[in-house]
DNA sequence: ATCAGTGCAAACCATTTGCAAATTA
DNA sequence: TAATTTGCAAATGGTTTGCACTGAT
């Protein structure tokens, strides 16, 4: 009892197809105007709306660029991991957790990845707050 | 030439004094109602006129919090660092590069700081764009 | 037949901008 | 006085929502 059914349509199906056929985030406008470009006419409303719904599901990660603006990516809930985005081609390779020599070297020889920027962030509870 | 003058003007002495004074990260909005409630009234668009002027001079970070939305903190122009944010508190402590383990270690030790997430991203050119 | 999903247009909300008035140098 | 900054109100642009209609089960 509870469990929500969950219909397969179209437009989702056009816009999961979109997304596992390239490794790399796209902002739902990018989505939308490529489905239109291919005949397969479907709301902005929509694409976002699905695009939450692929997000709760846990099948889709969301990132903001650098412009603030959502993007989204297919990613296999597998093991916690990282990106890497190429600044040029926005292909995404995922890169596991380990230090962070082993992850440039790893970037370098296992990726292929020329790395010329990175960013963390880490989130908890400082000594004051513990 | 070319060098264009700076007025020092009340607004950001008042934006700047608040950044100043704690170590974490703030909205527009949220200084825009601290001068308001403090007896400053500042228009909110010359809060962000005021924001972007730091942020250019290397003065001030700029970050989207959960919700997207732009944040900003009093950031010296040290030497490279992250950035760890209590989820409490949003005290926020400087963390230098060394390997993983370091600094999950370096933050329980050294900042006192209980890990339980972290975000990292790195960019730079792929195999095939190198 | 029923319940979920879609499209459209309107609403939202953070951020930006044009311009005349106010402030600093 | 000349140049910069501010405030206000309007514009922008991404994202969300209400609702009547369409489509899936």
Do not use: N, W
């Amino acid at each position: 009892m509870g469990t929500r059914a969950v219909y397969v349509t179209k437009p989702r199906e056009q816009i999961a197809g979109l997304l596992r056929a390239e490794p790399r985030f796209f902002s739902a406008a990018e989505i939308h105007r490529r489905l239109d470009e291919h005949e397969h006419k479907v709301s902005l409303s929509t694409v976002y709306r699905t695009l939450e719904h692929l997000r709760e599901r846990g099948e889709v990660t969301e990132r903001a660029d650098d412009a603030g603006e959502a993007t989204y990516k297919m990613c296999a809930p597998t093991h916690h991991h990282h990106h890497a985005i190429c600044r040029a081609c926005g292909r995404v390779e995922d890169v596991d957790c380990s230090t962070m020599e082993q992850l440039a070297e790893s970037l370098r020889s296992v990726h292929g990845f020329e790395l010329d920027e990175h960013k963390m962030e880490f989130t908890g509870r400082c000594r004051a707050c513990r």
